[in-house]
């Protein structure tokens, strides 16, 4: 069974930074397919931040690209997150998609940006 786990979240000041990792357990780097970052502030969807797939690839949504970047090694992924603004506030979840289809998500860290 896949267990995810995030950390690195926090309450940070306009402009500032920060670094949230996630680590997979119970299954090989080899068979995670994709690992992404997603995530939901109040009264919205959950939506896709950035993802790795197998072999590099890593694409970010609009909203966030030229300021966060997301590393990939072996089971871990990380994102730095710069130039932080109060729009990033949100709970950050973990996904990792597995070779053979699975799907599993972590528990989420809060990230709250305000002055």
């Known amino acids: 069974q896949v267990h995810i786990v995030e950390s690195g979240g926090g309450l940070v000041q306009p402009g500032e930074s920060l670094r949230l990792s996630c680590a997979a357990s119970?299954?090989?780097?080899?068979?995670?397919?994709?690992m992404a970052w997603y995530r939901q502030a109040p009264g919205s969807q959950r939506e896709l931040v950035a993802s790795?797939?197998?072999?590099?690839y890593t694409t970010y949504s609009d909203a966030v690209k030229g300021r966060f970047t997301m590393v990939r090694d072996n089971s871990r992924a990380y994102l730095h997150m710069y130039n932080l603004k109060p729009e990033d506030t949100a709970v950050y979840y973990c996904?990792?998609?597995?070779?053979?289809?699975?799907?599993?998500w972590g528990q989420g860290t809060q990230v709250t940006v305000s002055s």
């Open positions: 119970g299954i090989g780097g080899s068979m995670l397919y994709i």
């Open positions: 790795v797939v197998r072999g590099g």
């Open positions: 996904y990792v998609e597995g070779s053979l289809g699975t799907r599993d």
